[in-house]
């Protein structure tokens, strides 16, 4: 497929990119600093920025899907929307945020057990309002993809299991993730189409 990768210079953008790469997939990588992507066979760097909706829908215009690696910014979760909306480009598939994951089926949201940094707060409800503005948009084949609690640098097992609303936890009751594996089950949903209009998470 041909893959429009938005924040493809990020730590996880640049995992997913890797991912398509490898599985013989052609990746153009938008950043707002192009410059910043590793230059790779199959791989074309092209500028965008979501806070611009519309050269970013010029950018996507013509693609097979929409994978949005890029950092949730307060207030800017319709131009993302809009942007993929106007390109005619029908999927889309959202690095998520851990924070709206239920701790247990009947149990509070991950949000409201953990105490954040001041200046993480704003970009996580970011997040979180994303996903409800998702849950409103039928003309989008949208999914929106909720790591583990921790997510980082580490293994490429391809051993995970797979959630919808509750954070998965090992045996140890920790929810972790590498972002290498979590790059291998987002690909997996691109090319399988198991979580259309709906939100999955993932860990050990």
Same mark, same amino acid.
């Given at each position: 497929m041909n893959i429009a990768l938005i924040g493809a210079s990020g730590k996880i953008g640049r995992c997913i990119g890797a991912e398509l790469l490898q599985r013989g997939h052609q990746v153009t990588g938008i950043a707002r600093h192009p410059e910043r992507i590793v230059p790779r066979p199959g !791989? @074309?760097? =092209?500028?965008? $920025?979501?806070t611009l %909706?519309? /050269? &970013?829908?010029? #950018? !996507?215009?013509?693609?097979d899907a929409v994978i949005s690696a890029a950092s949730f910014i307060p207030g800017q979760a319709e131009n993302l929307i809009e942007a993929v909306r106007a390109s005619g480009v029908r999927r889309l598939l959202i690095v998520g945020g851990a924070a709206s994951l239920l701790t =247990? /089926? $009947?149990? %509070?949201? &991950?949000?409201?057990?953990?105490? &954040? %940094? *001041? *200046?993480? @707060? =704003? %970009? #996580?409800?970011?997040?979180?309002r994303t996903l409800k503005l998702l849950r409103g948009v039928t003309d989008l084949d949208w999914t929106f993809f909720s790591p583990a609690a921790m997510i980082g640098p580490? *293994?490429?097992?391809?051993?995970?299991? &797979?959630g919808t609303e509750v954070v998965v936890k090992d045996a140890e009751?920790?929810?972790?993730?590498?972002?290498? +594996?979590?790059?291998? =089950?987002? #690909? +997996? *949903?691109l090319e399988q189409g198991k979580h259309l209009k709906a939100r999955f998470t993932i860990g050990y």
């Open positions: !791989l @074309k760097a =092209a500028t965008g $920025d979501f %909706p519309a /050269p &970013l829908a010029n #950018v !996507l215009r013509g693609h =247990a /089926p $009947d149990g %509070p949201r &991950l949000f409201d057990t953990i105490q &954040l %940094p *001041e *200046e993480w @707060k =704003a %970009p #996580v409800e970011e997040g979180m580490g *293994e490429r097992t391809g051993r995970f299991r &797979l009751g920790n929810s972790r993730i590498s972002y290498d +594996d979590y790059a291998i =089950a987002m #690909v +997996d *949903e």
